[in-house]
């Protein structure tokens, strides 16, 4: 089975950053494209920002200019940096495909207050 672990979350002020990791137990980030998805308190998940095989990116418009998606393949690994964080980034990031093809991990907790 594909194995998902996510890691880097935490709590942080409004403005700050944090940097979240994926990685991946097989080659899937280098034959995938990859996202990640983020679900708030009720509710649904939806996909926050995605990377092709390539490089190619997508962002949802409500984080375009503050996040950056990037892959290394060798690593297996996805990263999402996030930067000038807002309250309304709250929620648990998950990685996956896109669209989804693999079970989900545990994701990662990424709460935003002042």
């Known amino acids: 089975q594909v194995h998902l672990v996510e890691s880097g979350g935490g709590l942080v002020q409004p403005g700050g950053s944090l940097r979240l990791s994926c990685a991946a137990s097989?080659?899937?980030?280098?034959?995938?494209?990859m996202g990640w998805y983020r679900q708030a308190p009720g509710e649904q998940r939806e996909l926050v920002s995605s990377?092709?095989?390539?490089?190619?990116?997508y962002y949802l418009d409500s984080v375009k200019g503050r996040f950056t998606i990037s892959r290394d393949n060798l690593k297996n690994t996805v990263y999402l940096q996030m930067n000038s964080l807002k309250p309304e980034d709250t929620g648990v990031y998950y990685c996956n495909a896109y669209p989804r093809l693999f079970t989900w991990g545990q994701g990662t907790q990424v709460t935003v207050s002042s």
């Open positions: 990377i092709t095989s390539g490089g190619g990116s």
């Open positions: 097989g080659s899937i980030s280098s034959i995938y494209t």
